[in-house]
């Protein structure tokens, strides 16, 4: 069973900064091979940010440059770094398993830009 837990969401301003976390635990392959997800009201989960297999990052297009993916191996646990936030990043914030989402959701942290 692998928990995830999401957090560190909250209401930011246009051009402001938030830093999500997610902790995994449980019988998580690994965390070198998870990503970001968000969910924006009426809108499909999509993959914002992630780990490749072979140790770099990718990024969806409407975050590359504002956006960085970062981990804890020690912790178990991956990071959001999120600058210049635009009313368009609002949305829910999950973490899961790439390239296919394989473990059970978590609660998922909320993010919202507006003024």
């Known amino acids: 069973q692998v928990q995830l837990v999401e957090s560190g969401g909250g209401l930011v301003q246009p051009g402001g900064s938030l830093r999500l976390s997610c902790a995994a635990s449980g019988s998580i392959f690994s965390i070198n091979i998870m990503g970001w997800y968000r969910q924006a009201p009426g809108k499909q989960r999509e993959l914002v940010a992630r780990?490749?297999?072979?140790?770099?990052?990718n990024y969806a297009d409407s975050v590359k440059g504002r956006f960085t993916i970062s981990r804890d191996n020690a912790k178990n646990t991956i990071y959001l770094q999120m600058n210049s936030l635009k009313s368009e990043d609002t949305a829910v914030y999950y973490c899961?398993?790439?390239?296919?989402?394989?473990?059970?959701w978590g609660q998922g942290t909320q993010v919202t830009v507006s003024s």
């Open positions: 780990f490749t297999s072979g140790g770099t990052t």
């Open positions: 899961n398993a790439v390239p296919l989402a394989v473990y059970s």
